[in-house]
């Protein structure tokens, strides 16, 4: 059992801020909302007039996770047609109010692997992993940046490899002019594994409040990539960094793909540092039904939105391929 409780973390953190909504404007226009103060983006449905709305890549944090429910409304009045979001597994959301909420869709969608750090010694992880991090300490330096936004550069030439390597779309893809923005934001950290030529290897971007902290996104170098245990040693360095900044908790994300699948091998590597998992909230809601049927062709569909379900627009990213992991 984990020795604290959702109630007694706070809830500000950096994917709740305006600016992260702003950084993903390419992707739909950013709206605030009135009484959870979360944000989404408001997106053209195509071939339409018609706007949706979507939670921010990669989770929807919001101050008042008790009255998402006021703000669907909200949202119906805005002209979206409906509205989908996977919620932070530390926000504090209630399930029984999602699932009120959120009559199209309101399921645990994936669990993310977090990190107790109150009660983690120095010696994070399992054997196996500790032993990696040890192997690459012997042939990479860490740092924490003092600066990131001073790093934009490295940390675009680093992403572009992630992309390449793994065909990322949608919001994941994030463009440079995003990154410079989440590179400015309060509460970034990032941290660096460079060789001892002093050549790149990899880096980790993290976000950090308070006492929480979420692994946004990692990058590796060729010469990363062919030193397999670089994010080992990253991470180990990066815990190690924020629990020593007071973090108590550290949420790694979830593993790959739509759906969950704890043999997958980013599955393995979070799980391997995790100490326990809590499930993040694929929600969804028809805010205009009428509209949403048409859309849909009257057709009842387990993808939701229906009327972006991959057959019917290949090219679109869809809502919960806009939430595949990164990293």
């Avoid at 991090?133 to 003092?146: D, E, K, M, Q, S």
């Avoid at 980013?266 to 509209?291: E, I, M, N, V």
Wanted: hydrophobic share 40%; aromatic share 10%; net charge negative.
């Amino acid at each position: 059992m984990c020795p604290w409780s959702l109630a007694e973390i706070e809830q500000d953190l950096s994917y709740q801020l305006t600016e992260y909504a702003h950084s993903l404007a390419e992707f739909g226009s950013p709206v605030r909302l009135p009484y959870s103060q979360g944000h989404v983006l408001l997106r053209p449905i195509p071939g339409t007039e018609f706007v949706d709305a979507i939670g921010c890549y990669p989770l929807f944090a919001c101050r008042n996770a008790a009255a998402l429910a006021q703000d669907l409304p909200f949202l119906q009045k805005s002209g979206a047609v409906s509205l989908t979001l996977v919620t932070d597994p530390l926000g504090g959301f209630d399930p029984e109010i999602l699932v009120e909420a959120f009559t199209a869709v309101a399921r645990p969608y994936k669990a993310h692997y977090l990190v107790d750090l109150s009660q983690q010694s120095d010696e994070m992880g399992t054997s196996h992993h500790r032993r990696n991090a040890r192997r690459c300490a012997r042939h990479a330096v860490f740092h924490t940046c003092a600066h990131p936004a001073d790093r934009l550069d490295q940390w675009c030439e680093l992403y572009a490899h992630l992309v390449d390597r793994h065909h990322i779309t949608g919001e994941a893809r994030f463009s440079r002019d995003a990154f410079a923005q989440q590179l400015s934001l309060p509460g970034v950290f990032l941290v660096e594994a460079r060789n001892t030529e002093g050549d790149i290897l990899g880096m980790q971007l993290w976000f950090y409040d308070r006492t929480k902290a979420w692994h946004h996104l990692s990058g590796y170098s060729p010469a990363g990539y062919r030193h397999g245990g670089v994010s080992y040693g990253l991470m180990a360095y990066a815990l190690a960094q924020l629990k020593s900044r007071g973090i108590q908790v550290a949420n790694l994300g979830a593993g790959a793909g739509l759906e969950a699948d704890a043999a997958d091998g980013l599955s393995r590597f979070k799980q391997g540092w995790s100490t326990h998992t809590r499930d993040a909230w694929l929600c969804g809601a028809a805010l205009d039904p009428q509209r949403y049927a048409s859309l849909s062709g009257n057709t009842s569909h387990s993808f939701f939105p229906a009327y972006r379900r991959p057959q019917v627009a290949e090219s679109e990213p869809t809502p919960e391929a806009n939430h595949v992991p990164a990293d």
